[in-house]
C-alpha cells in the first residue's frame, strides 16, 4: 500500500528515534496495523490519521508516555484526531 509521502517520511524518523531493541518491531507492528487502518478507510493510501491511531492501538501501556512524546518530537498532532480517546 502506498504511504502520504510526509507521513512516512515522518514515520520513518519517529522509527529511529525508538530504542534500538523495539525499533523493528514497533516498525513492523505499527506499519500493518497502520496499513489496515487505511484499509479500512477505503483509502488506498496510509494517511497520518491511520499510523496515530495505528500507534494508539497497539503500543502497550508501559510505553505510553514514551510514544506520545515521540508523536509529539516527530510532528504528529494527534489531537487532531482525537487521540487519546476518551479525553478532551
Do not use: C
Not at 58 to 76: A, H, K, T
Request: charged share 30%; aromatic share 12%; no cysteine.
Amino acid at each position: 500500500m502506498d504511504w502520504d509521502v510526509k507521513t512516512e517520511e515522518k514515520f520513518n524518523v519517529l522509527i529511529s528515534r525508538i530504542p534500538v531493541f523495539h525499533r523493528r518491531i514497533t516498525e513492523s507492528v505499527v506499519r500493518k496495523q497502520a496499513q489496515a487502518n487505511a484499509a479500512a478507510r477505503k483509502s488506498l493510501r496510509v494517511e497520518e490519521e491511520d499510523v496515530i491511531s495505528a500507534f494508539f492501538s497497539d503500543v502497550p501501556s508501559p510505553f505510553y508516555s514514551m510514544m506520545v512524546r515521540l508523536l509529539e518530537q516527530n510532528g504528529f498532532d494527534y489531537k487532531k484526531y482525537g487521540f487519546p480517546k476518551g479525553q478532551a
